[in-house]
Structures are given as structure tokens and as C-alpha cells.
């Protein structure tokens, strides 16, 4: 499993609509353009939809488990993606793992990885503005 994390000012809450609200993803994630069938105004667990990436692809995904003002969970193919917020005591960590089968971790932490990590480091700032 890789995991990416970090710490923000924010309120757990104000993390948590940005992380588990599609419709705010945009907002730490420029290259998220859209998503549906996923949940509205949350991600849902069991929903199945997509999320629109780089204005034309769509990424097929399922929502697989739900733990509200905590955790969600979206598998896309083989990697499933846990997204976290945990209350601090000034703040929050907000986190997503990448869990995906041994041969693909390495080359998910030198592709994707440092992309997800700037991106969780957007998460907690954009948290801060809000």
C-alpha cells in the first residue's frame, strides 16, 4: 500500500466536503472535470459511475465503502483508492492510499504517486480556504 498524506488547519468537515462532494473535486483536483452516477451530494458506497479526467476520458469506477466524515473507498480496475480525513488536535490529516497488486505498486509510486501526493497537499490547503 503507498500512502500519501497531509496536515491542514482545516476542520475535519470542511476536508471532508471537499474530499467525498464530486461536485467540489475540481477544487483540489484541476484535472478532475466532472464525475456522476457516484453519489450526489456524497460519494455513495456500491455507486457505480465515472469521473470525467482531463476534459474527455471518462474513468470508469465503483464506490466500494463509505464511512462518513472519515473515509471512502473507489476501486478503478485493479487499485482501489481509500481516501481519509482524520480529526487532529489543531486541525485534520487528510490521506488517500493506493492499494493495488504487488507488481503494479511500484510503478504506480513512480507514476502516479507524486501526482496523488501533490494533490492530497492541495486537499488541505484548498480545506484551509473554505
Not at 91 to 104: F, M, T
Not at 106 to 120: D, E, I, R, S
Request: net charge positive; with cysteine; proline share 9%.
Amino acid at each position: 500500500m503507498l500512502t500519501y498524506s497531509a496536515r491542514s488547519a482545516a476542520s475535519p468537515d470542511r476536508a471532508w466536503s471537499l474530499i467525498a462532494e464530486p461536485l467540489r473535486w475540481h477544487e483540489w483536483a484541476p484535472h478532475v472535470r466532472g464525475a456522476w452516477g457516484l453519489g450526489e451530494p456524497e460519494v455513495r458506497a456500491g455507486a457505480r459511475g465515472a469521473a470525467r479526467i482531463l476534459w474527455a476520458l471518462p474513468v470508469p469506477a465503483t464506490v466500494t465503502d463509505k464511512r462518513p466524515g472519515e473515509s471512502w473507498t473507489w476501486r478503478v480496475g485493479p487499485v482501489s483508492l481509500v481516501h481519509r480525513v482524520a480529526r487532529r488536535r489543531r486541525g485534520c490529516e487528510v490521506a488517500v492510499d493506493i492499494v493495488a497488486p504487488a507488481p503494479l505498486e511500484p510503478v504506480l509510486a513512480f507514476t502516479y504517486g507524486p501526482v496523488v501526493g501533490v494533490l492530497v497537499n492541495r486537499l488541505a490547503r484548498a480545506a484551509e480556504q473554505t
